[in-house]
Each structure stands twice: as structure tokens, then as C-alpha cells.
């Protein structure tokens, strides 16, 4: 009982021995695998580590071969601009001596320039006294042109006269009747004389306009009133009446001149239609005879002066009443057949034309 107990209080003390070192093993056990826990960590920490080092080694490999390549980039690049500067510094000396020719040749143009410039004021010295020579040659060609056929206009008329005067003389005891024929023929050579000479000074000189408002009526009537109407000859005025603001004895000159022409063209038998039509703030007068017409090679020339379709005259009629319808800011124009005289005036030239108010009157 006593031995039995003695065994079996060693055999305790062996249990207790080995539950120590099999809690120890555990612990150790435990510990080994906490530290394979570890170290399965530190693997897997330093796997992912070395592919972070994979990928940057990578990156630094593919950043390293991009520099390389913009190296090779740069070495190129670098070496065309070596051989553009080259070409460069070759173009600049070829520009240099470019720009050293083209200051000589603007040295020599200066110079021709120079040269030129006088040679054109010599020469446009020379064609200004040519030109005035010229226009003396040619006023005195006009004036002894002018004068020839006035003297020659003037000759018959005074014939005319002379030879009145003769008849009157010789016969002392005329019949009222033949004395007025005479006295008559008289007049009628006196106008035509007057009316060349009127010619003559319009169109030598020129005298500012008075203005002032007129019916065109008026101005016709006193127009016709100082021509000798041939018993053959009908004229017929407009049956309406329009004011304008004119020089009235100058419109006057021109309306004379033109009923005048149209009584001659008609070979003092015939008729002169004058119309006046309204057209807003112009006026239209026409004058239209039942003469043979103009030709159409004398209607081009018809207002130049000096121009004239007759075996007397100065020429010079259509030409100042072009003048005189200009002064006034209008126009005239003529077609034919049937001739057909048209003057277009402003009705109140002042407000079309400021510029043309020289002297107005009311």
C-alpha cells in the first residue's frame, strides 16, 4: 500500500515532467508558428516589395530608354541646326552682298531719278510754252476765223443797206408804200447786223447772272416780240405756264435764238411748236419746226462753236445758249427729224445749286 503509493506519487511527478515539456512544445510549437505566420508575411511583404522594385526597375528602364531616345532626338535635331546655321550664315552672306548690290543699283536710280525728274521739268517747261503758244495760235486762228466771217456776215447786210439808201436816194418822190418796203429792208439788215454782234460780245464775254422769279410765258413773248416773224411762219406757244428763278434776259437771248433758227430751217414757211411740260422740280421746253431736219453728222457738232449749217452766221448762236442753259444748271439737247430743241432747267436753281447764287432779285 505504502510502495504502491510511492509509485504512484513518482509517476505523478513524471506526468507533471512531461505535460511541462509537452506545454513547452506547444509554446514553442505556437511560436514557431507565429513566427512562419511572420515570416509567411515578410515573404509575401518582400514579394510585393521586389515587384514595386520590378515595376520601378521597369519604369526606370523604359524613362532611361525614352531619354536615350530624345537624346538620339536632340543629337539629330542639333545637328540640323548645325547645317541650318551653316546654311543660315551662307544665305546671310548672299543676303549681304545682295543688299550691297541693291544700295548701288538705289544709288543709280537715285541718280536717274534725279536726272529724270529734271529732264520732266524741262520738258513740261517746254510743253507749257508750247501749250500757250499753241492756245495763242489757236485764239488768233478763232479771232481771225471769227473776224473773217463776221466781216463777211456784216458785208451783205450793209449792201443792203447801201443799196436802200441808193434806191431812196435816186427816187425822191417814192410812194409811201415802196418807202416803207424800204424802211423795212432797212430793219431787217440793222437786226441781222445787231443780232451778229450780240453773238460775237456773248460769247467773248461773259457777265454774272440776276436772278429772279419768272413765268416762261414772259420770257417768250419778249422773245418772239424782237424777231421778224415771216407772214408764213405759225408759231404756237404752250397754253401753260411755269415760274422759274433764271436770268430772264439771258433765257430770252436763248429762246430768240433757237425760234429764230427753227423759222430759218423751215425756209420761212412752216410752223415752230413750243411746248412746256412739268416735271416735278424741273421745267422741259421744247421747240420743234416742220423745216427738212439736221443732218446727223452736223447734230454731233451742232453746239461746238464756230459750227454752222448756213451760208451766213457766226456759229456761234447754239453755242451760248448752251452756255447760258448750263450757267443755269439745266441742259439742252436736240434730235431730228422732225428738230426737235429741248432745254431742261431746274425751276428754282438757288436750291439746287447754291454755288450759282451770284446776284437774286424779287
Known amino acids: 500500500m505504502t510502495l504502491q503509493s510511492k509509485e504512484s506519487g513518482t509517476k505523478s511527478s513524471d506526468e507533471w515532467m512531461v505535460s511541462d515539456e509537452?506545454?513547452?512544445?506547444?509554446?514553442?510549437?505556437?511560436?514557431?508558428?507565429?513566427?512562419?505566420?511572420h515570416l509567411t508575411l515578410l515573404t509575401n511583404e518582400s514579394f510585393s516589395k521586389m515587384k514595386e522594385v520590378s515595376k520601378i526597375n521597369r519604369?526606370?528602364?523604359?524613362?532611361?530608354?525614352?531619354?536615350?531616345?530624345?537624346?538620339?532626338?536632340?543629337?539629330?535635331?542639333?545637328?540640323?541646326?548645325?547645317?541650318?546655321?551653316?546654311e543660315l550664315e551662307?544665305?546671310?552672306?548672299?543676303?549681304?552682298?545682295?543688299?550691297?548690290?541693291?544700295?548701288?543699283?538705289?544709288?543709280?536710280?537715285?541718280?536717274?531719278?534725279?536726272?529724270?525728274?529734271?529732264?520732266r521739268d524741262f520738258l513740261a517747261k517746254r510743253l507749257d510754252e508750247t501749250t500757250?503758244?499753241?492756245?495763242?495760235?489757236?485764239?488768233?486762228?478763232?479771232?481771225?476765223?471769227?473776224?473773217a466771217r463776221l466781216a463777211h456776215d456784216l458785208r451783205?447786210?450793209?449792201?443792203?443797206?447801201?443799196?436802200?439808201?441808193?434806191?431812196?436816194?435816186a427816187k425822191q418822190n417814192m410812194k409811201i408804200e415802196e418807202r416803207l418796203q424800204h424802211i423795212a429792208r432797212f430793219k431787217r439788215a440793222v437786226q441781222r447786223m445787231s443780232h451778229q454782234i450780240d453773238d460775237v460780245l456773248d460769247f467773248v464775254k461773259k457777265t454774272e447772272m440776276v436772278l429772279h422769279d419768272t413765268s416762261l410765258r414772259s420770257i417768250?413773248?419778249?422773245?418772239?416780240?424782237?424777231?421778224l416773224i415771216p407772214p408764213n411762219i405759225k408759231i404756237?406757244?404752250?397754253?401753260?405756264?411755269?415760274?422759274?428763278?433764271?436770268?430772264?434776259?439771258?433765257?430770252?437771248?436763248v429762246f430768240s435764238n433757237i425760234?429764230?433758227?427753227?423759222?430759218?430751217?423751215?425756209?420761212?414757211?412752216?410752223?415752230?411748236?413750243?411746248?412746256?411740260?412739268?416735271?416735278?422740280?424741273?421745267v422741259k421746253i421744247e421747240f420743234e419746226d416742220t423745216g427738212n431736219g439736221i443732218p446727223a453728222t452736223a447734230i454731233q457738232k451742232i453746239f461746238d462753236p464756230l459750227f454752222t449749217t448756213k451760208q451766213t452766221g457766226t456759229g456761234l448762236g447754239l453755242s451760248i445758249c448752251k452756255n447760258i442753259v448750263e450757267q443755269h444748271g439745266g441742259t439742252i439737247a436736240v434730235k431730228s427729224p422732225p428738230t426737235i430743241f429741248t432745254i431742261t432747267l431746274p425751276k428754282n436753281m438757288l436750291q439746287n445749286n447754291p454755288k450759282n447764287s451770284q446776284t437774286f432779285e424779287t
Not at 59 to 84: G, V
Not at 220 to 227: E, Y
Not at 261 to 267: H, L, P, R
Open 259 to 282: 425760234i429764230l433758227n427753227a423759222i430759218q430751217a423751215t425756209n420761212d414757211n412752216g410752223e415752230v411748236k413750243i411746248r412746256i411740260i412739268d416735271i416735278g422740280s424741273n
Open 90 to 119: 551662307r544665305k546671310t552672306i548672299h543676303n549681304n552682298q545682295v543688299s550691297l548690290e541693291l544700295k548701288e543699283k538705289l544709288e543709280h536710280v537715285t541718280q536717274k531719278e534725279k536726272e529724270l525728274s529734271l529732264q
Open 59 to 86: 519604369d526606370l528602364q523604359n524613362r532611361i530608354k525614352s531619354l536615350q531616345e530624345l537624346s538620339t532626338s536632340l543629337n539629330r535635331k542639333n545637328d540640323e541646326l548645325k547645317i541650318a546655321n551653316q
Open 22 to 37: 509537452l506545454k513547452e512544445l506547444d509554446a514553442a510549437e505556437s511560436e514557431l508558428m507565429e513566427k512562419e505566420k
Open 156 to 169: 451783205n447786210p450793209l449792201s443792203v443797206i447801201k443799196n436802200t439808201m441808193d434806191v431812196m436816194s
Open 236 to 253: 404756237f406757244l404752250p397754253p401753260n405756264d411755269v415760274s422759274v428763278t433764271c436770268d430772264s434776259r439771258k433765257l430770252e437771248a
Open 132 to 147: 500757250q503758244d499753241l492756245v495763242k495760235a489757236e485764239k488768233f486762228a478763232i479771232i481771225g476765223e471769227l473776224s
Open 220 to 227: 417768250m413773248d419778249n422773245a418772239i416780240n424782237v424777231i
